[in-house]
């Protein structure tokens, strides 16, 4: 089985591109994940890449900027490529299947003025809540 899902902040903003032949978006971002201190008190965090694809990597591009917390479930894929001086890298990667923004707001929002407070907008499409239609 090949299964991952992790919560953590976006490290910069999404970049997106488009693969030439099909316009199929393709956006690549990392997020921080901080590990369990150890005994003595020492922090340490992980840094994956994760990659996403089409309608999906749009909203990522549109909606999440640096600093954002999400939710990720995918799988990991590895891979190598040679590089300039000939050596081979290794990578390895999450391929998103699903991406949750676990914090909303309009990319424009929420980057510059160094304000902390967050935006939960409601995004294009979708409709708020109100208190009547919960079910609980």
Known sequence: MNSVNLIGRLTRDPEVRYVPESQLAVATFT??????????GTKQTDFPRITVF??????????????????????????????????TVYTTDVVADRVDFLEWGDKKESSGGGSQERNFGVPEGFRALEDEDMPF
């Open 31 to 40: 997020i921080a994940i901080d590990r369990p201190p150890r005994k003595d």
């Open 54 to 87: 089409g309608k999906q990597a749009e909203n990522c591009e549109r909606y999440l900027s640096k600093g954002r917390l999400v939710g990720v479930q995918g799988r990991i894929q590895t891979g190598s490529y040679t590089n300039k001086e000939g050596q």
